[in-house]
Nanobody
Framework: QVQLVESGGGLVQAGGSLRLSCAAS????????MGWYRQAPGKQRELVAT???????NYADSVKGRFTISRDNAKNTVYVQMNSLKPEDTAVYYC??????????WGQGTQVTVSS
């Protein structure tokens, strides 16, 4: 069973920055896509950004130009650098990994709170 450990959440003022990390372990099958999703109170979980093993990225329109996703394949780790944070970015952020069999794994979530 793949294990995902997230870190980097916290409280930041609007306009500030945070960097989230997610390290995957206990990997048997190669990882295909790594990404981040978020869920705000009373809302559905939504895509933030994904990155393939080849480096192709995909972003939600709401974070384009402010967030940057990257991954270190050697470390099986995915990052998201979040700049110019807004109060509406407040949510629990979840790491997501899909392996080559298309099995999907989720992290436990890390809280990001942006104060106005």
């Amino acid at each position: 069973q793949v294990q995902l450990v997230e870190s980097g959440g916290g409280l930041v003022q609007a306009g500030g920055s945070l960097r989230l990390s997610c390290a995957a372990s206990r990997i048997i099958f190669s990882i295909n896509v790594m990404g981040w999703y978020r869920q705000a109170p009373g809302k559905q979980r939504e895509l933030v950004a994904t990155v393939t093993g080849g480096g192709r990225t995909n972003y939600a329109d709401s974070v384009k130009g402010r967030f940057t996703i990257s991954r270190d394949n050697a470390k099986n780790t995915v990052y998201v650098q979040m700049n110019s944070l807004k109060p509406e970015d407040t949510a629990v952020y979840y790491c997501n990994v899909r392996d080559v069999r298309a099995y999907v794994y989720w992290g436990q979530g890390t809280q990001v709170t942006v104060s106005s």
